[in-house]
């Protein structure tokens, strides 16, 4: 599964080294791209392992807004 994911405030490489912490701790995420200038995240992963809310729920709980 691929899903694309805005991040409101994201502005600097320290925000994208989180936001990549984040992601990568859960099981399932197969790969991330995250592009700080259209403040996007692309992800694939196995949705038998996690699904798209609970990517966002690790974003968001890492101080991030998911738009």
Avoid: P, R, W
């Avoid at 599964?1 to 936001?19: A, E, G, P, R």
């Avoid at 990568?24 to 995420?29: K, P």
């Avoid at 694939?44 to 890492?62: G, K």
């Amino acid at each position: 599964m691929k899903s694309v994911i805005k991040v409101l405030n994201m502005n600097n490489s320290d925000d994208i080294s989180n936001i990549n912490l984040a992601i990568s701790n859960n099981q399932g995420v197969i790969a991330c791209q995250i592009n700080g200038d259209t403040k996007e995240i692309e992800i694939i992963y196995d949705d038998y392992f996690i699904t798209v809310d609970n990517l966002i729920e690790s974003i968001e709980e890492a101080g991030y807004a998911v738009i």
